[in-house]
């Protein structure tokens, strides 16, 4: 068990959604958790016989709920698209916000930060998309008539907002920049140093302070290895896909292919 309070109290919550399934035998499902909390939950559920996926509303989604689910259905399945198994029953829907000033230059901080100035817990809120034309806002269903009648400006700016099924989401993956680089293995704090041009030991205090993903789990091991399609999440700092292992230098460094996300 973590020692942190708040670390307690969230699998105790998530323990209390377990029980509910397995008692009502109907899915159900968490607040919003972010990396960090989502690995904790993993980490705690894993090795157990707890049917369970995480689900954010698309799939390179970053901010997701646990949704544990009853034996009826396929948990596979729910891994690769929960929405998709009966989606009006979807417990996410999107918000899209649209002002209606055409110069409005609005970015994430602001739309979140008129959703917080509304009462509502960050929790009940997942991923923000902004783009041009406003932002598609992923949020639980149950707050979606108070935010459809509330949420109408952001700072000076008013609002057309609708609520939609979360497959319309506008997502476009971000860019991404191929490099090659060589490191001396492939150590998680080796290559987070290559890949993000610091120290080693910078890297092994981030590792410690909990701050690198490894495919959407936390890792807290400097010497964990990594291979081929892994990605790499230092938070602060940014994503990198290893999109390829290649040969050794004279020397005997690794060869990394790298996509970094820009």
Not at 1 to 8: E, Q
């Amino acid at each position: 068990m973590p020692d942190n309070k708040d670390d307690k109290l969230l699998l105790a919550s998530l323990e209390d959604k377990l029980r509910q399934c397995e008692n009502k035998y109907y899915p159900t499902n968490s607040d919003f958790l972010d990396m960090s909390q989502q690995s904790l939950a993993d980490n705690n559920f894993r090795m157990r016989t707890a049917n369970y996926c995480f689900w954010g509303g698309y799939a390179a989604a970053e901010r997701k709920v646990m949704v544990f689910l009853p034996d009826y259905i396929d948990a596979r399945a729910a891994r690769n698209d929960y929405g998709a198994i009966d989606p009006e029953a979807d417990p996410l829907v999107l918000l899209r916000a649209v002002p209606t000033a055409k110069d409005a230059a609005l970015t994430h901080r602001d739309y979140l930060g008129a959703l917080m100035g509304l009462g509502v817990k960050r929790a009940k809120i997942g991923d923000i998309i902004v783009d041009k034309a406003g932002a598609d806002i992923i949020i639980l269903r149950d707050i979606a008539d108070y935010l459809l009648l509330n949420y109408l400006k952001v700072g000076r700016y008013t609002l057309h907002t609708e609520i939609l099924p979360v497959r319309e989401v506008r997502y476009t993956a971000p860019v991404t920049q191929e490099k090659q680089i060589n490191v001396a293995s492939l150590r998680l704090d080796t290559v987070a140093a290559g890949v993000f041009g610091c120290s080693r030991s910078k890297a092994v205090a981030a590792v410690a302070a909990g701050g690198l993903f490894v495919n959407g789990r936390q890792i807290t091991k400097p010497d964990h290895m990594l291979a081929d399609g892994d990605t790499l999440v230092w938070r602060g700092k940014g994503r990198v896909d290893i999109a390829e292992i290649g040969g050794t230098t004279q020397k005997g460094r690794v060869w990394l292919t790298i996509n970094r996300y820009i």
